[in-house]
């Protein structure tokens, strides 16, 4: 089991950058695929990026491809999401997640995550 907790978030103007981060407590974090998820005011909670245990392969929501670029070091039990090209759609709370999974497997769907981290706030400006 592993316990995540997000950081990074903040306000911002359209155009900027952010990058949010994931500190992983806990055992065996490279035994985990992570996920970057998030939700808006009045919005369900949707996925935004995924990286599997290595690191090798990533999955984007088609909103933000091309502008967010997920990462992993597992060397310090982080997850990074860059956020490049803020818009105000971006705003909402983020959230980490984590789900044991083989090797080079990512998952768009929350029900197949088991940890998840408490949020931090992006908002974005126009």
């Known amino acids: 089991q592993v316990q ?15 990058i949010l ?12 695929s992570m996920g970057w998820f998030r939700q808006a005011p009045g919005k369900e909670r949707e996925f935004v990026a995924a990286i599997s245990r290595g690191g090798r392969t990533t999955n984007y929501a088609d909103s933000v491809k091309g502008r967010f670029t997920m990462s992993r070091a597992n ?7 860059q956020m ?6 971006d705003t909402a709370l983020y959230y ?16 197949d995550y088991s940890e998840w981290g408490q949020g931090t706030q992006v908002t974005v400006s126009s």
């Open 75 to 81: 060397n310090e039990n982080k997850a990074y999401l």
């Open 4 to 18: 995540l907790v997000e950081s990074g978030g903040g306000l911002v103007q359209a155009g900027g950058s952010l």
């Open 21 to 32: 981060s994931c500190s992983a407590s806990g055992r065996s974090f490279s035994s985990y």
């Open 96 to 111: 980490c997640a984590a789900r044991l999974a083989p090797p080079y497997m990512t998952s768009q769907r929350q029900a």
């Open 84 to 89: 490049n090209t803020l818009e105000p759609s």
